[in-house]
């Protein structure tokens, strides 16, 4: 079996990525694949990031596998991760690749590797990035010899960017939920028994349509009671504009919000209390939350973009409506407060979260590096 070097962000780093990247680190080391997991020691400063921190010591477990060795923005201390690197001699190295902050450092490391390098393709380029961030991303996916991407809908562009380059697809596992009081957890939120609450949750970003979904959530007929759960830390600006929105009468009593970073400790609490999960997003390559949110046996209301519309199967384990539209996405909510449908779509998202794991995720990049690494051997190199 080749061995892979996973380069990318963990404890105590917060965030979907250093979770996925982890549980991925987790899954390479039980199957015996991992030749070493490097991670940073700092990621960027705090002027660069718009958040209020980006670190939650509870965010995902710290491996013991686990060599911070870098500062993803200090170029000085990449010679020390490159060094570790040669020592642990990997067959391939596999970066997940998510935004240009982190650009510099992987394409150092794909333009020296002396192996195969496979980038994990959470967003083939930052959500609502620059025409700056955009070619950023070309220029260092561009330096990989395959892609591991979690819909065919990041698939297709990568192939239409990178024709040739081997991509495989594998979705984001779901997360096993822990074990939280549902009656407990409603009372927190002084949820009625009759109340439908439908879950938002995660890191709020325009791309995400919070604002379309506010607008539905308004429109709400009377009847069955509907409140939504909000919770997350808004991007930049976004924060006073949504607190506004919030406090507004038509919302007065629909929503319950936390509008900041949620601890890992609290996380379980909205997810328990949920009857299912909502995911406004005006465009989308794929969505942790409704990885997370399926796990849960949440039924999803998605918008029908990008990997949404891959995850969310309609009738089955959610309800897909078009991007953008308030009044198509109030309908949908109010159908969601049918408890047959409801009981029905929960189904068929505890039958979804059981289809992909970890160890099923680790096994499709071993495949793909085992083709790379055949691929670039002397005697197929020279034809």
């Avoid at 010591?57 to 500062?71: I, V």
Wanted: aromatic share 8%; with cysteine.
């Amino acid at each position: 079996m080749q061995t892979i070097a996973l380069v990318g962000p963990s404890w105590p780093l917060r965030g979907g990525i250093a979770r996925t990247t982890t549980a991925l680190a987790a899954a390479l080391s039980e199957r015996g694949s991992m030749a070493g997991f490097f991670v940073p020691i700092r990621q960027y400063p705090g002027a660069l990031y718009p958040g209020q921190r980006d670190t939650d010591p509870d965010a995902c477990p710290r491996l013991t596998e686990a060599q911070p060795c870098y500062h993803v923005l200090e170029p000085w201390t990449w010679r020390r991760l490159r060094r570790r690197l040669r020592e642990a001699g990997p067959d391939a190295l596999a970066l997940p690749y998510w935004t240009a902050a982190w650009a510099p450092l992987f394409w150092s490391l794909a333009h020296s590797a002396e192996v195969p390098v496979v980038a994990i393709v959470h967003n083939p380029t930052d959500h609502d990035g620059s025409w700056r961030a955009r070619w950023i991303a070309r220029q260092t996916l561009g330096k990989c010899s395959g892609f591991l991407c979690h819909a065919r809908h990041v698939a297709g562009i990568l192939g239409r960017q990178f024709p040739g380059t081997a991509a495989v697809v594998h979705p984001l596992p779901p997360e096993s939920p822990r074990l939280e009081d549902r009656e407990a957890a409603r009372a927190r939120f002084r949820l009625g028994r009759d109340t439908v609450a439908v879950l938002c949750f995660g890191l709020i970003r325009p791309y995400k349509g919070v604002d379309v979904l506010l607008e539905a959530v308004a429109r709400l007929p009377a009847g069955p009671p509907i409140v939504l759960l909000l919770a997350g830390e808004p991007w930049g600006e976004l924060a006073e504009r949504l607190r506004r929105r919030v406090s507004e009468a038509d919302l007065i009593g629909r929503v319950v919000a936390r509008l900041e970073w949620v601890p890992e400790a609290d996380v379980p609490a909205w997810f328990a209390a949920a009857d299912a999960a909502v995911l406004p997003y005006r465009s989308a390559t794929g969505s942790a939350v409704a990885a997370q949110a399926l796990g849960w046996g949440l039924p999803l209301v998605g918008s029908a973009v990008g990997g949404i519309a891959e995850v969310v199967e309609e009738g089955v384990n959610g309800l897909l409506v078009p991007p953008e539209e308030p009044g198509a996405l109030a309908a949908a909510l109010t159908r969601i407060t049918d408890a047959t449908l409801r009981a029905r779509l929960a189904d068929g998202a505890r039958a979804a979260s059981r289809r992909w794991n970890w160890a099923s995720y680790a096994e499709v990049l071993e495949e793909l590096v085992a083709r790379l690494v055949a691929a670039s051997a002397p005697g197929q190199r020279d034809g």
